[in-house]
């Protein structure tokens, strides 16, 4: 796997020690969310909104209505920033000054591309094994209709950058701080809760175990 | 309180229905949350970075390092579009069509003040206080050169959109989905683990209650 390229938009500029530029840590950040947020420029403003993303290979997927403003500008051409975030818990230095957030995030520069009408089913079926594994299987087919209405697009994980503090706990020794004062890592994680089942259902439908699974999984690895 | 006013910026253009333009909806996503990504334009591209945030009444105060090109160009007028969402749960609906994630998010559109030295160090005690709340005085007070190498940033929340799905598990009745598949919500939640104390502090320190509450903050609201 080759090594994220350092350029003139992925260079970490504040923090650079705990840029990583191994790849696996890119995909590792990516797999680990359900959502993150993708910036445009939109007359001369940046515009972000939340998406959910399912990686493919070296590429992001996410997908909107195909009526959808924001989306048609990205189909576009519009280059996007696309910006995934663990926070992984609160770090109690000795000072205010030196406390800060636990987190991971990834930045992805990149102009995407439109999923051909004959690609969009599988890349639609991609994105729900991620967001939602094993519940394609559970509920009907998608119909072409629900295919067509829907814009997939794809962000290719070339131009990316991760920072990650999470091993930041570690204090010089000769700091002045006073060691009296208690300092520490506060973790954070996401956990999902008990199925809320729609009161619509059928009376004693047990909840599916791909549901059980997601939250699993969840609980697994602490991050939605 | 003033209703958020629909601009150009703010109407929600997909989904609108799940708009709220009640101010007091604003403020609740900014306050339950530790963190927000920060947007701006930087050579005609996007670039938005996760930032640590907390509301000053009318405006959300940021801070970073008086070195950051990012915060520089923030500070000089670069227009910043500020992104904070809550992943709330999984929608299983009846079909994958209609599934989605269940979220609140607000999004403020301003362009941002620099806080002057003379308001500096009550902001970030502002900050301090909705991030670690009581550990100011856990900690020695700032320094007048920590003070000086962090900048500041209000942004104003005047012109601001929220959205939140989180009602929609409401079906329509005539839908033509089948009942007999399970539909529901798995809810996402944010909790904080055991504190982990730093090796070099002296041993027998008690963990403050300062960082005891803040966990139990976490838990009551379900969000960072």
Excluded at 7 to 20: M, N
Excluded at 65 to 94: E, M
Excluded at 99 to 115: F, G, L, N, P, Q
């Amino acid at each position: 796997m080759t090594d994220l390229p350092l350029t003139a938009l992925t260079r970490v500029r504040r923090g650079a020690h705990h840029q990583i530029t191994d790849r696996s840590a890119l995909y590792d950040v990516v797999d680990g969310a359900l959502a993150g947020t993708l910036a445009i420029v939109r007359d001369d403003r940046p515009v972000a909104l939340p998406v959910g993303i399912a990686r493919d290979g070296d590429d992001v997927l996410v997908h909107g209505s195909t009526g959808s403003d924001f989306f048609r500008r990205i189909a576009a051409g519009a280059p996007v920033c696309l910006t995934v975030t663990h926070l992984l818990g609160l770090k109690y230095a000795r000072s205010l000054f030196d406390s800060s957030m636990r987190y991971r995030c990834a930045i992805v520069h990149a102009v995407a591309s439109v999923v051909p009408p004959a690609e969009k089913e599988t890349a639609l079926l991609t994105l729900s094994e991620h967001l939602m594994p094993g519940r394609s299987d559970d509920v009907r087919p998608m119909t072409p209709r629900e295919v067509a209405a829907t814009m997939v697009l794809r962000i290719p994980l070339a131009e990316a950058s991760v920072k990650d503090n999470a091993g930041s706990l570690v204090e010089v020794d000769d700091d002045g701080e006073d060691r009296s004062v208690w300092a520490g890592i506060l973790p954070l994680r996401m956990s999902a809760g008990e199925p809320v089942t729609s009161p619509q259902t059928v009376p004693g439908t047990p909840v599916p175990a791909s549901v059980r699974s997601a939250a699993e999984r969840v609980a697994a690895r602490g991050t939605a």
